[in-house]
Each structure stands twice: as structure tokens, then as C-alpha cells.
């Protein structure tokens, strides 16, 4: 007999370590050991992510499908910062069921939580962490030995475009706004649907969160205005708003729906409120998810760029540890990672 946490490593191909959270209901995996990352391409934390998904796209697989993790698993990948730009503490990416994303609210808040309360990371007024989109900056609060809640300032964000797309589930087109938090989104009110933003139609609102996304990517051909680089919507967060608080549903991946009001997504909605007059700066912000948890955010400032108006928005929420755990890949084991509900394996 072995003792819990002392595998006989006679079949084990490879072992990963991590630190499992939850952000306001919504998992973050954080990926801590058994990755080598000096093997990792490239200096940013962009073309780290580009050089894992090249080369250890079947570790994102295993932890995040089963029978490891489950379709609605999320996850991230602790890196060095680029030494000579990012002026950063940390760097991680974050990866889903089907992909990448380039920035994630609820993933960075879990990752800092995790990573002070576990002694990786020092406890500081402010932690600056490398993301795929760019730099945010993390400020917890401490409160009894831990931390509290923590407040993400993210990339600076703006109205792309607004469109109308034919849905299947609709007589008349849907008009879309896009918008770029960090990754870009497709905001759909809820009225145009007819529907209450509930967990009673959860398996409707993920296809036609899956419909309108490529629908919008169909329509247009999405270019970063400052990178120049060819993007696409990669979440469609479908709203409905209220006096108390707007609540989502946020579906990205390959059809998973977020359980927290996800961060880039309240970012993404503030900007939309902003642009439209319905918001403004300072004015504090209650967004709640499809399962009723709640995020507090705030445009703290706006710039202008080249004609475009930029929002540098922030939102506080708190994450928990749920776990910390070994995952082992076991040479005679045939399935590394599955699904059920998607195509890919
Ligand atoms: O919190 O930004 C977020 C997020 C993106 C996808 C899931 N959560």
C-alpha cells in the first residue's frame, strides 16, 4: 500500500500537480507542476500558450475532460512573464474544453487567491499578471490569514461593432453588439428572445450561444484595431437587465456555460452600457450569473485611441480552493480524455 498521495509510478507516464478553485461557482484548475515549461517557446505569455497548444494540446485534454476533469471544466497555466516588456509578476493562460481563451476574470482572480494563499505568490497590495490579451492587475483584500475577495483591472476594452445575424431559433434577424473585453463578445438582450435568463432552458441558451457565435464569425471578419490581427468571438453572453442586478449566460468553448458572471464578460457589458450613456464612470456595477452569484464591477477611467473609446474596467469577486490534486497518466490507460456531449476527444 501506498500512502494518498504517493503514487507507485510503475505505469505513470506523466503527473500533474494542481490547485483547484471556484470563482462565484465557476472551476479554475491551475496547472502548477509537471509541465516542463522551459520547453515552451517564445518570450510572452502569448506565444507560450501558442507553444503549448502546439505541443501539450493532450495535457489541456486531460485535465479539462474527462475522466479527469468534465465539459464544463476551465483551466490555467502558470508561466514566467516576458522578462523584458511585461514588468509582471506572474503569467498564465487559460485554456477550456475546446481551446484558449486569451484573458479570463474569474480565472485570475481564482489563480491569485490560489497562488497567495498557498505561498506561491507574495501578499501584495497589487500583483501585475501576464495574460495572452495583455497585462491586468490583481488587488486582493486580506481579511483572517486569506484573501477576501480580489479586484481585476483588466485590458482596456471598446465597442467593436453591432450586427444582425439569421438565427434558426428566430423569425427576424438578432442584433449582436460586439464588443472586446479581453476576448470578444457577442451581447445578446434577452428580450429579443422572449426568454428569462434562467437555469430552466440552460440546453437551449448553449446552442444558441454556439449558433449566434459562429453566426457573428460568418458575418464579419473580425481585426484586432490595435494588433491588426484577424480575432473572432470567441463568447456569446446573452443578457437581461433588471433595477437589482443584470444577470447572464455566458457560453464559450465548445458549449460550456460560465456559472460566474464571468469577469471579461461584466467588463464587456459595462463597456456596452458605457458607449450607450447607461453607465458611467465610477458608478459601481452588479452583474449576476445564470446561477445567481454576483461580481461588482466599475469603469474606473476612459481614453480615446485612434477614434476609438476605451473603458479600463475592473471587477471584484471572490474565489475559494476546492482541492489540490495529482493527475496521472497511466501507460496501459487507452483513454487519456472524452467526451460525450462534444466531437472532440
Ligand atoms: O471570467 O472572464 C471570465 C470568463 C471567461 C470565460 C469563463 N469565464
Wanted: aromatic share 8%; with cysteine; hydrophobic share 35%.
Amino acid at each position: 500500500m501506498t500512502s494518498d498521495n504517493d503514487f507507485d509510478d510503475t505505469h505513470v507516464d506523466a503527473s500533474f500537480t494542481t490547485i483547484d478553485t471556484h470563482t462565484a461557482g465557476e472551476p479554475t484548475r491551475i496547472l502548477l507542476d509537471g509541465l516542463d515549461r522551459s520547453t515552451l517557446d517564445g518570450e510572452s505569455v502569448r506565444a507560450k500558450r501558442e507553444s503549448f497548444a502546439e505541443e501539450y494540446d493532450w495535457v489541456r485534454k486531460l485535465l479539462m475532460k474527462e475522466p479527469r476533469g468534465h465539459d464544463d471544466m476551465f483551466g490555467a497555466v502558470i508561466v514566467e512573464p516576458n522578462e523584458d516588456t511585461a514588468d509582471a509578476d506572474l503569467g498564465v493562460f487559460f485554456m477550456d474544453n475546446k481551446g484558449y481563451l486569451d484573458m479570463c476574470g474569474h480565472g485570475t482572480i481564482g489563480v491569485v487567491s490560489a497562488l497567495i494563499e498557498h505561498g506561491h505568490l507574495s501578499a501584495e497590495p497589487t500583483i501585475r499578471v501576464e495574460t495572452p490579451a495583455g497585462v491586468v492587475e490583481a488587488t486582493p483584500q486580506y481579511a483572517e490569514g486569506g484573501v477576501e475577495r480580489v479586484t481585476i483591472q483588466n485590458v482596456t476594452s471598446f465597442v467593436y461593432d453591432a450586427t444582425t445575424v439569421p438565427v434558426s431559433f428566430l423569425d427576424s434577424p438578432l442584433r449582436v453588439d460586439i464588443v472586446y473585453a479581453g476576448n470578444f463578445f457577442a451581447l445578446v438582450d434577452s428580450e429579443q428572445l422572449g426568454v428569462s435568463v434562467d437555469t430552466t432552458r440552460t440546453d437551449e441558451f448553449v446552442d444558441w450561444g454556439l449558433e449566434i457565435q459562429a453566426a457573428v464569425n460568418d458575418e464579419l471578419d473580425i481585426v484586432h484595431p490595435f494588433s491588426g490581427e484577424p480575432d473572432s468571438v470567441s463568447i456569446t453572453e446573452i443578457y437581461e437587465s433588471s433595477d437589482d442586478a443584470d444577470r447572464s449566460i455566458v457560453i464559450f468553448g465548445g458549449g460550456q456555460v460560465d456559472r460566474s458572471p464571468c469577469g471579461t464578460g461584466t467588463c464587456a457589458k459595462m463597456t456596452l452600457l458605457y458607449e450607450s450613456g447607461r453607465l458611467a464612470v465610477d458608478e459601481p456595477y452588479i452583474h449576476e450569473s445564470v446561477i445567481g452569484t454576483r461580481f461588482e464591477g466599475r469603469i474606473i477611467e476612459t481614453k480615446e485611441r485612434e477614434g476609438i473609446t476605451l473603458t479600463v474596467p475592473t471587477i471584484t469577486g471572490t474565489a475559494r480552493i476546492t482541492g489540490k490534486h495529482t493527475f496521472i497518466k497511466d501507460h496501459r490507460d487507452s483513454i487519456t480524455s472524452l467526451s460525450i456531449t462534444s466531437d472532440e476527444e
